[in-house]
């Protein structure tokens, strides 16, 4: 196991090879693998790109988000011309229907609400709004409701969760009740845990996955 002070290091050095933070001034304390990450950036998306450079470095149990969002005045709008711009960059996703989704924007903050039938244009969804220069954040609780009949199986996914070769040595276990799934098990980083749940999310008919795994 890492000591603090490497495990320190190897973050500085994970976010500093990321082209959006090149010369991002951001803080980095440790903590018996959990990590704290702290400054200021000029977009929501330079700090989620520090959340997951932190999250693949091994070592790391857990990230806590202290990272604040200063938006340039270039691009500052106030809630209702982020709302527009919003909405306009959902409408012109050809995956997206904006018709299932609520938009809400206080003081640059989105919450996103309503129903979509896949997990991956739920993720796709707070992709697409995160990186738009003007927005502060951005919670999705958009609920994830499948429209097929048939329900998925767990031999279905295990060879997605075996076969990734990020995956390919961990003790990876999955139990499925109907369109529900959880995850027990053993992996070596936070990332790995995110990956599995992501995989599990990816496969349609999943309307929650309960992620028990547990980081060495």
């Known amino acids: 196991m890492k000591t603090n ?11 500093k090879w990321e082209p959006l933070l ?3 001034e951001i803080g980095v304390s440790v903590k018996d693998g959990v990590v704290t990450l702290s400054g200021i950036v000029d977009s929501y998306a330079k700090k989620l790109e520090a959340e ?23 691009w500052n709008k106030n809630d209702t011309e982020i709302a527009t711009t919003v909405l306009n960059a959902l409408k012109l996703s050809l995956d997206i229907s904006s018709e299932n989704i609520n938009i809400e924007v206080e003081k640059g903050y989105v919450t996103l609400n309503g129903e979509l039938p896949w997990y991956y244009l739920k993720e796709l969804t ?7 220069l003007s927005v502060n954040g951005v919670a999705n609780k ?4 499948p429209n097929i009949k048939n329900f998925f199986e767990e ?8 076969e990734n070769w990020l995956l390919a040595n961990c003790d990876i276990n999955i139990s499925i009740t109907k369109s529900q799934a959880t995850l027990t098990g053993v992996v070596k980083s936070l990332y790995q845990k995110d990956l599995a749940e992501r995989i599990v999310w990816n496969s349609p008919g999943v309307s929650s996955v309960n992620n028990n795994i547990h980081i060495l």
């Not at 002070?5 to 976010?15: G, H, P, T, Y």
């Not at 932190?54 to 790391?60: I, Q, R």
């Not at 031999?155 to 075996?162: Q, R, V």
């Open 155 to 162: 031999e279905a996914i295990k060879p997605y969760l075996s």
């Open 22 to 24: 090149h010369a991002a």
């Open 142 to 145: 958009i609920v994830i409701v």
């Open 5 to 15: 002070e490497k495990l320190q290091r190897s973050v500085q050095n994970a976010i």
């Open 52 to 74: 997951e450079a932190a999250k693949k470095v091994l070592g790391v149990r857990a990230v806590a988000q202290n990272i604040k969002v200063e938006i340039n005045d270039v």
């Open 126 to 132: 707070e992709k697409t709004v995160s990186q738009l």
